[in-house]
T-cell receptor, first 114, second 116 residues
Protein backbone atom coordinates (compact mmCIF):
# COMPACT_ATOMS: atom_id res chain seq x y z
CA UNK A 1 0.00 0.00 0.00
CA UNK A 2 1.33 3.40 -1.00
CA UNK A 3 -1.15 5.22 1.27
CA UNK A 4 -1.66 8.82 0.12
CA UNK A 5 0.49 10.02 -2.76
CA UNK A 6 0.88 13.56 -4.06
CA UNK A 7 2.43 14.93 -7.23
CA UNK A 8 4.48 16.94 -7.75
CA UNK A 9 6.68 17.24 -4.64
CA UNK A 10 7.96 20.68 -5.61
CA UNK A 11 6.71 23.30 -8.06
CA UNK A 12 7.64 26.87 -8.94
CA UNK A 13 5.09 29.00 -10.77
CA UNK A 14 4.96 32.54 -12.03
CA UNK A 15 2.10 34.79 -10.99
CA UNK A 16 -0.92 34.13 -13.18
CA UNK A 17 0.05 30.60 -14.20
CA UNK A 18 -2.24 27.69 -13.52
CA UNK A 19 -1.56 24.21 -12.25
CA UNK A 20 -3.20 21.16 -10.72
CA UNK A 21 -1.95 19.30 -7.67
CA UNK A 22 -2.74 15.62 -7.81
CA UNK A 23 -3.64 13.37 -4.88
CA UNK A 24 -4.49 9.68 -4.82
CA UNK A 25 -5.16 7.18 -2.04
CA UNK A 26 -5.30 3.40 -2.21
CA UNK A 27 -7.05 2.76 1.12
CA UNK A 28 -10.59 2.90 -0.28
CA UNK A 29 -11.40 5.90 1.91
CA UNK A 30 -14.53 7.92 1.36
CA UNK A 31 -13.30 11.29 2.65
CA UNK A 32 -10.44 13.33 1.25
CA UNK A 33 -9.01 16.72 2.21
CA UNK A 34 -6.72 19.48 1.00
CA UNK A 35 -4.84 21.57 3.57
CA UNK A 36 -2.25 24.30 3.24
CA UNK A 37 0.56 25.00 5.69
CA UNK A 38 2.17 28.42 5.92
CA UNK A 39 5.22 29.35 8.02
CA UNK A 40 4.29 29.73 11.68
CA UNK A 41 0.85 28.27 11.06
CA UNK A 42 -0.77 24.93 11.46
CA UNK A 43 -2.54 23.26 8.59
CA UNK A 44 -5.70 24.96 7.35
CA UNK A 45 -8.45 23.26 5.40
CA UNK A 46 -8.95 24.43 1.81
CA UNK A 47 -11.57 21.96 0.53
CA UNK A 48 -12.80 18.54 1.44
CA UNK A 49 -14.80 15.76 -0.16
CA UNK A 50 -16.95 13.63 2.10
CA UNK A 51 -17.60 11.11 -0.64
CA UNK A 52 -17.19 10.58 -4.36
CA UNK A 53 -19.09 13.26 -6.24
CA UNK A 54 -19.27 15.80 -3.40
CA UNK A 55 -16.97 18.66 -2.45
CA UNK A 56 -17.25 21.45 0.11
CA UNK A 57 -15.33 24.56 1.04
CA UNK A 58 -13.12 24.68 4.08
CA UNK A 59 -11.58 27.61 5.91
CA UNK A 60 -9.48 29.08 3.05
CA UNK A 61 -11.04 28.16 -0.33
CA UNK A 62 -10.52 31.40 -2.26
CA UNK A 63 -8.36 31.00 -5.35
CA UNK A 64 -8.76 27.21 -5.52
CA UNK A 65 -10.98 24.66 -7.19
CA UNK A 66 -11.16 20.93 -6.57
CA UNK A 67 -12.32 17.82 -8.39
CA UNK A 68 -13.13 14.47 -6.88
CA UNK A 69 -12.41 12.49 -9.99
CA UNK A 70 -13.30 9.14 -8.47
CA UNK A 71 -13.03 7.51 -5.07
CA UNK A 72 -9.22 7.38 -5.27
CA UNK A 73 -8.35 10.81 -6.62
CA UNK A 74 -8.88 14.37 -5.39
CA UNK A 75 -7.17 17.19 -7.27
CA UNK A 76 -6.59 20.82 -6.34
CA UNK A 77 -6.40 23.47 -9.07
CA UNK A 78 -4.96 26.95 -8.96
CA UNK A 79 -6.43 28.82 -11.95
CA UNK A 80 -4.31 31.97 -11.63
CA UNK A 81 -1.56 31.55 -9.08
CA UNK A 82 -0.70 34.41 -6.72
CA UNK A 83 2.32 34.87 -4.40
CA UNK A 84 -0.06 34.49 -1.43
CA UNK A 85 -0.56 30.88 -2.51
CA UNK A 86 3.07 30.05 -1.82
CA UNK A 87 2.71 27.26 0.72
CA UNK A 88 3.06 23.57 1.43
CA UNK A 89 -0.04 21.64 0.39
CA UNK A 90 -1.12 18.42 2.06
CA UNK A 91 -3.70 15.95 0.91
CA UNK A 92 -5.28 13.58 3.42
CA UNK A 93 -7.86 10.84 3.50
CA UNK A 94 -9.91 8.96 6.07
CA UNK A 95 -12.72 6.49 6.23
CA UNK A 96 -15.85 8.45 7.08
CA UNK A 97 -18.37 7.52 9.70
CA UNK A 98 -19.44 8.46 13.17
CA UNK A 99 -16.65 6.63 14.95
CA UNK A 100 -13.07 7.68 14.99
CA UNK A 101 -11.04 7.00 11.87
CA UNK A 102 -7.49 8.19 11.52
CA UNK A 103 -6.69 10.78 8.91
CA UNK A 104 -3.71 9.79 6.74
CA UNK A 105 -1.55 12.45 5.14
CA UNK A 106 0.43 12.57 1.94
CA UNK A 107 4.04 13.82 1.88
CA UNK A 108 3.11 17.35 0.80
CA UNK A 109 3.79 19.59 -2.20
CA UNK A 110 5.95 22.68 -1.76
CA UNK A 111 4.65 25.38 -4.10
CA UNK A 112 6.39 28.68 -4.73
CA UNK A 113 4.68 31.43 -6.71
CA UNK A 114 7.01 34.17 -7.93
CA UNK B 1 -16.15 27.76 15.62
CA UNK B 2 -13.48 25.68 17.24
CA UNK B 3 -10.01 27.07 17.86
CA UNK B 4 -6.77 25.49 19.02
CA UNK B 5 -4.02 27.48 20.73
CA UNK B 6 -0.42 26.46 21.32
CA UNK B 7 1.28 29.15 23.36
CA UNK B 8 4.87 27.85 23.10
CA UNK B 9 6.35 28.56 19.65
CA UNK B 10 9.64 26.88 20.55
CA UNK B 11 10.96 24.62 23.29
CA UNK B 12 14.13 22.72 23.93
CA UNK B 13 14.98 19.79 26.18
CA UNK B 14 18.06 17.75 26.99
CA UNK B 15 18.19 14.21 25.77
CA UNK B 16 16.68 11.72 28.26
CA UNK B 17 14.74 14.43 30.10
CA UNK B 18 10.99 15.11 30.15
CA UNK B 19 9.21 17.94 28.38
CA UNK B 20 5.58 19.06 28.32
CA UNK B 21 3.94 20.86 25.41
CA UNK B 22 0.80 22.88 26.07
CA UNK B 23 -2.43 23.13 24.11
CA UNK B 24 -5.76 24.75 24.85
CA UNK B 25 -8.86 24.68 22.71
CA UNK B 26 -12.26 26.23 22.53
CA UNK B 27 -15.46 24.41 21.58
CA UNK B 28 -19.08 24.24 22.57
CA UNK B 29 -19.25 20.56 21.64
CA UNK B 30 -19.30 17.83 24.26
CA UNK B 31 -17.98 14.99 22.12
CA UNK B 32 -14.79 15.40 20.10
CA UNK B 33 -11.30 14.07 19.56
CA UNK B 34 -7.96 15.66 20.30
CA UNK B 35 -4.66 14.76 18.70
CA UNK B 36 -0.97 15.46 18.77
CA UNK B 37 0.83 15.26 15.43
CA UNK B 38 4.57 15.27 14.88
CA UNK B 39 6.10 16.85 11.78
CA UNK B 40 9.83 16.13 11.38
CA UNK B 41 11.96 17.95 8.78
CA UNK B 42 10.73 15.47 6.17
CA UNK B 43 7.33 17.28 6.41
CA UNK B 44 5.42 14.03 6.90
CA UNK B 45 2.56 14.38 9.37
CA UNK B 46 2.73 11.58 11.94
CA UNK B 47 0.00 10.87 14.46
CA UNK B 48 1.53 10.65 17.93
CA UNK B 49 -1.47 10.19 20.20
CA UNK B 50 -5.21 10.77 20.33
CA UNK B 51 -7.75 11.33 23.08
CA UNK B 52 -11.50 10.85 22.96
CA UNK B 53 -13.27 13.55 24.95
CA UNK B 54 -15.73 11.09 26.50
CA UNK B 55 -12.88 9.11 28.07
CA UNK B 56 -11.66 10.35 31.43
CA UNK B 57 -8.49 8.26 31.32
CA UNK B 58 -5.52 10.02 29.79
CA UNK B 59 -4.11 8.38 26.66
CA UNK B 60 -0.58 7.00 26.64
CA UNK B 61 1.62 5.66 23.84
CA UNK B 62 4.99 4.44 25.05
CA UNK B 63 6.98 7.58 26.00
CA UNK B 64 4.12 9.90 25.06
CA UNK B 65 1.23 10.73 27.36
CA UNK B 66 -1.37 13.44 27.60
CA UNK B 67 -2.95 15.41 30.41
CA UNK B 68 -6.53 15.99 29.30
CA UNK B 69 -8.49 18.49 31.39
CA UNK B 70 -11.93 18.72 29.75
CA UNK B 71 -13.38 21.42 31.99
CA UNK B 72 -10.32 23.60 31.49
CA UNK B 73 -10.17 22.71 27.76
CA UNK B 74 -6.54 21.84 28.10
CA UNK B 75 -4.64 19.05 26.36
CA UNK B 76 -0.90 18.87 27.06
CA UNK B 77 1.61 16.37 25.71
CA UNK B 78 4.34 14.92 27.90
CA UNK B 79 7.37 13.33 26.27
CA UNK B 80 9.43 11.23 28.65
CA UNK B 81 13.03 10.13 28.10
CA UNK B 82 13.37 12.55 25.16
CA UNK B 83 15.33 11.28 22.18
CA UNK B 84 17.11 13.13 19.39
CA UNK B 85 14.54 11.73 16.97
CA UNK B 86 11.80 13.61 18.83
CA UNK B 87 13.12 16.85 17.35
CA UNK B 88 10.22 18.13 15.24
CA UNK B 89 7.25 20.45 15.04
CA UNK B 90 4.37 19.28 17.19
CA UNK B 91 0.80 20.20 16.36
CA UNK B 92 -2.23 19.92 18.58
CA UNK B 93 -5.44 19.25 16.61
CA UNK B 94 -9.18 19.00 17.23
CA UNK B 95 -11.86 17.05 15.41
CA UNK B 96 -15.61 17.04 15.97
CA UNK B 97 -17.15 13.71 16.81
CA UNK B 98 -19.39 12.25 14.14
CA UNK B 99 -20.68 13.93 11.02
CA UNK B 100 -19.38 13.65 7.49
CA UNK B 101 -16.84 16.45 7.60
CA UNK B 102 -14.18 14.99 9.87
CA UNK B 103 -11.57 17.63 9.19
CA UNK B 104 -8.86 18.57 11.66
CA UNK B 105 -8.39 22.01 13.20
CA UNK B 106 -4.75 22.65 14.03
CA UNK B 107 -2.85 24.89 16.39
CA UNK B 108 0.14 26.83 15.12
CA UNK B 109 2.62 24.31 16.42
CA UNK B 110 5.53 24.07 18.84
CA UNK B 111 9.04 23.54 17.54
CA UNK B 112 10.79 21.08 19.84
CA UNK B 113 14.56 20.67 19.83
CA UNK B 114 16.15 17.80 21.71
CA UNK B 115 19.76 18.56 22.56
CA UNK B 116 22.44 15.90 23.14
Amino acid sequence: NAGVTQTPKFQVLKTGQSMTLQCAQDMNHNSMYWYRQDPGMGLRLIYYSASEGTTDKGEVPNGYNVSRLNKREFSLRLESAAPSQTSVYFCASRESGSSYNEQFFGPGTRLTVL
Amino acid sequence: AQTVTQSQPEMSVQEAETVTLSCTYDTSENNYYLFWYKQPPSRQMILVIRQEAYKQQNATENRFSVNFQKAAKSFSLKISDSQLGDTAMYFCAFMNYGGSQGNLIFGKGTKLSVKP
